[in-house]
């Protein structure tokens, strides 16, 4: 099998359920943001203060191509092909991830800027897409069905990602840099 196909020479690609659909549709832009998220994980889970943690890394690239399949069905259609889906547990295991590398983290007393370790900035910049990625995933859901958990894991995740942030910081013994406003 070819990797190119040629089907999108013209600006349209198809969703699971076989409707054509513009590029730049928002539906696109959805999943796309989504496989954009998944890169950044692979570079956080790359970072060898990660180690530790490649198996949930892994697990939570595993669901961001969970959520990239349903935002790529077309809810119109009725697929006859099985696609992976979100369970409330997927949810849950982030809460406890959080829960647990917030346990010795000195707590948050300010706002936090993006850096003091390049793992760290990595890290940041995931937590960041993932917020793009919910919001699409809500604009998308103001004009077309998206699964309810999609939006909810998504925004768990990037909490999600800033405890990991603030971990690895911690675990890298690295300096947390907080913002001091000018007033």
Known sequence: MKIYTKTGDKGTTALIGGTRVAKSHLRIEAYGTVDELNSYIGLVRDQEVNSVRADILKEIQDRLFTIGSSLATDPDKNVKMATPD??????TLLEHEIDAMSEDVP???AFILPGGHQSVSFCHVARCVCRRAERIA?????ESPVEHLVIIYLNRLSDYLF????RMTHELQAEEITWKPRV
């Open 107 to 109: 707590p948050l007393k």
């Open 86 to 91: 979100l369970h409330e547990a997927d949810i």
């Open 163 to 166: 405890a990991l942030g603030r």
């Open 138 to 142: 809500i604009r998308l859901q103001e």
